[in-house]
């Protein structure tokens, strides 16, 4: 009975999930750390070009109780597999998981495609500003809206017909 015990006095552990190979990475997250249903929202969400919400997955997926997928993306999340998109409570897996970051954006609001970006360079900036200022900084969000390259074509093409005088 005590073994669902373990998540929370676990916390100790995580660091070393971050600095270790990205080989040895997928490898524990197949066999060891995740759970069935964790390993099964994961895969969904690699497979995704766009971020879903957690009953999105849970219907996608067949899964009964939110709670459920709500508790495993809590937990993949923690663990760095996944990201959540605060603009549309959303998740989508990361492309780095082997290494420590805050995760960048940027997100098509036409097709709604979002891709992460590094954004190690800018946010050492920011952080140094926040140091400055004797702010801790928790978490950071960088999402960058507009358009994608397929999108952004087309309504110009539209436009440009439109505009014909
Ligand atoms: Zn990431
Ligand atoms: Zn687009």
Not at 92 to 110: E, L, M, Q, S
Not at 132 to 151: A, M, P, Q
Request: aromatic share 6%; proline share 4%; glycine share 4%.
């Amino acid at each position: 009975m005590p073994a669902s015990k373990s998540q929370g006095s676990k916390r100790n552990d995580l660091p070393k999930y971050w600095t270790i190979s990205r080989q040895k990475h997928s490898a524990m997250e197949q066999e060891t750390i995740l759970n069935k249903t964790e390993t099964q929202v994961l895969r969904y969400l690699k497979r995704a070009t766009k971020p879903f919400g957690a009953y999105e997955i849970k219907n996608a997926l067949g899964i009964r109780h939110p709670i459920t997928v709500y508790r495993a993306l809590e937990r993949l999340a923690r663990l760095g597999f996944v990201h959540r998109l605060e603009s549309q409570n959303a998740f989508i897996a990361c492309h780095v998981p082997n290494k420590t970051h805050y995760a960048g954006f940027i997100v098509c609001r036409d097709c709604g495609t979002v891709t992460e970006i590094d954004t190690e360079a800018a946010l050492s900036k920011l952080q140094m500003q926040a140091r400055d200022r004797n702010f801790e900084v928790e978490k950071s969000t960088i999402e960058l809206i507009g358009r994608c390259n397929k999108c952004h074509d087309r309504p110009m093409a539209r436009r440009s017909a439109t505009r014909r005088q």
